[in-house]
C-alpha cells in the first residue's frame, strides 16, 4: 500500500510538472523577446513550421476573396505555398518573431495608428495566469496552444502553438488576429507582382 501511494504521488508531481512545461517554456521565450537575445530565439522556435502556419493563414484569408470550387482550392493553396516562400523568409527572422512577440505587429508591415497593446507572456496575476491556463487547448500530449491576449474576442486575439521536440517545448505556430491576417496577405500580394 505505502508503494502505491509513493507511485501515485510521484505520477502526480510528474504529471502537474509536464501540465506546467510548455507555459515555463513560454515564458523563457518572452524573457528572450524582452532582451531580444536572438540565440534563445532561434533555439526555442521551429522556423519551418512557423512558415507552414503563417502561409495556411494567408493562403486561407486570400482564398476566402476568391470563388473557387474545393478541388481548386486545394490546388490552389500548394501552388500558392510555394509562391508565398520568397514573401515569408523575410518575415521568419528572429528579429520578426520578436517584433511579433512584442507588440502584436511585425514592423515591416505596422499599420499606422493601430495601437496594438504590447504582448507578453506575463501573466501579472494568479488570476490573469489560471485564464490563461483554462483557455489554452492542448492537442494531444505534444501540442498546446495559448491566448496571449486572453481578454480580447478570439478575432483579436494572438495566440501561439508550442509543440514538444524531445524535452523541449519550441513554437511551432502563431495564429494571427485576422486584421494582421488581412494586411499580409496584401503585403504578400504585393511582393508577388
Keep these: 500500500m505505502r508503494w502505491t501511494s509513493r507511485i501515485s504521488f510521484l505520477l502526480l508531481v510528474a504529471w502537474a510538472i509536464f501540465m506546467v512545461s510548455p507555459f515555463v517554456a513560454l515564458y523563457d521565450l518572452s524573457k528572450a523577446v524582452e532582451v531580444k537575445d536572438v540565440a534563445r530565439i532561434t533555439e526555442r522556435v521551429n522556423f519551418n513550421a512557423l512558415r507552414v502556419s503563417l502561409a495556411r493563414q494567408i493562403l486561407d484569408e486570400y482564398l476566402k476573396t476568391q470563388e473557387v470550387s474545393e478541388r481548386d482550392r486545394q490546388l490552389a493553396a500548394q501552388a500558392g505555398a510555394a509562391a508565398l516562400n520568397p514573401f515569408l523568409e523575410q518575415l521568419l527572422t528572429p528579429q520578426a518573431v520578436i517584433d511579433l512577440l512584442e507588440d502584436g505587429q511585425l514592423q515591416q508591415i505596422q499599420q499606422a495608428g493601430t495601437g496594438a497593446p504590447a504582448i507578453r507572456f506575463d501573466p501579472g496575476s494568479l488570476q490573469q495566469a489560471w485564464r490563461i491556463f483554462i483557455l489554452s487547448e492542448s492537442q494531444g500530449f505534444r501540442a498546446i ?49
Design 145 to 193: 496552444t495559448i491566448p496571449l491576449t486572453p481578454d480580447e474576442p478570439r478575432d483579436r486575439q494572438l495566440r501561439v502553438t508550442l509543440r514538444l521536440s524531445g524535452t523541449t517545448w519550441r513554437l511551432t505556430g502563431i495564429d494571427l488576429p485576422s486584421s494582421l491576417q488581412k494586411e499580409l496577405r496584401k503585403r504578400a500580394a504585393v511582393a508577388s507582382k
